[in-house]
């Protein structure tokens, strides 16, 4: 599995927009990027995925740039309630890494009002 | 649709006793996880199961077992807790490409907070 690297804490105040980068140097051709979101007192949930260029949902945009060496999780007018952990994973279900599902310590986003 | 159910949500053993937790999952899914959460430490993976009757040791399988019997099932068991397990467990599932390919995604259990005394 590509090694991540994310910051581990972010401040914010509503309305603002906020952008958490993922550093993954060594990912593979084949490995996806994946985001999670955690609020307190609950298991992750998944809010975003993508391979290249840029993804967008109801939730976030990702922006991946042409080398993968790193991603960026945008999320657009952030409100109290986006206050959570965020984990950006990379890896891919192939030979060694088949089932491997690392989150690490993620970066805990807090919102101010 | 219950998706993952983890049983108990709360449990207080002596140091010494044993325990089974049980998740369980209704969406049919190959892939399922245990991971403990400590303040700090983000999510451990503790051991995972690529399907019925395979388990496999994640980062932190020490005092730790699991049994995949059954499809659905996936049992982490702590032969003799230590004040050291103390944690919270979740428990995850999900579809065959393992939750890291395309259009897949891993769904977690609501938690079981576990204290070792």
């Known amino acids: 599995l590509a090694k991540t690297t994310q910051p581990i804490s972010m401040d914010s105040y509503e309305g603002q927009e906020v952008n958490i980068t993922c550093s993954h140097n060594n990912i593979a051709t084949n490995d996806y990027i994946t985001w999670y979101q955690q609020f307190p007192s609950q298991g992750p949930r998944f809010i975003i995925q993508?391979?290249?260029t840029k993804v967008t949902n109801e939730v976030a945009s990702l922006f991946i740039p042409a080398d993968r060496k790193s991603s960026t999780l945008s999320l657009p007018r952030v409100s109290l309630s986006d206050t959570a952990v965020y984990y950006c994973?990379?890896?891919?279900?192939?030979?060694?890494?088949?089932?491997?599902?690392?989150f690490g310590r993620g970066t805990q986003l807090t919102v101010w009002p | 649709n219950a998706g993952v159910t983890q049983t108990p949500k709360f449990r207080v053993l002596k140091t010494g006793q044993s325990m089974t937790l049980l998740c369980a999952q209704d969406m049919n899914h190959e892939y399922m996880y245990w991971y403990r959460q400590d303040p700090g430490m983000g999510l451990r993976l503790i051991h995972y199961?690529?399907?019925?009757?395979?388990?496999a040791k994640g980062e932190v399988p020490d005092g730790y077992n699991v049994s995949r019997l059954k499809k659905q099932n996936f049992l982490l068991g702590l032969e003799s807790a230590a004040p050291s397990q103390t944690s919270v467990y979740f428990c995850?599932?999900?579809?065959?490409?393992?939750?890291?390919?395309?259009?897949?995604?891993?769904?977690f259990g609501q938690g079981t907070r576990l204290t070792v005394v």
């Open positions: 199961s690529v399907g019925e009757g395979t388990t």
């Open positions: 995850a599932s999900s579809g065959a490409t393992g939750g890291l390919s395309a259009d897949t995604e891993a769904f």
């Open positions: 994973l990379v890896g891919s279900d192939r030979g060694s890494t088949l089932g491997r599902l690392y």
């Open positions: 993508g391979y290249k």
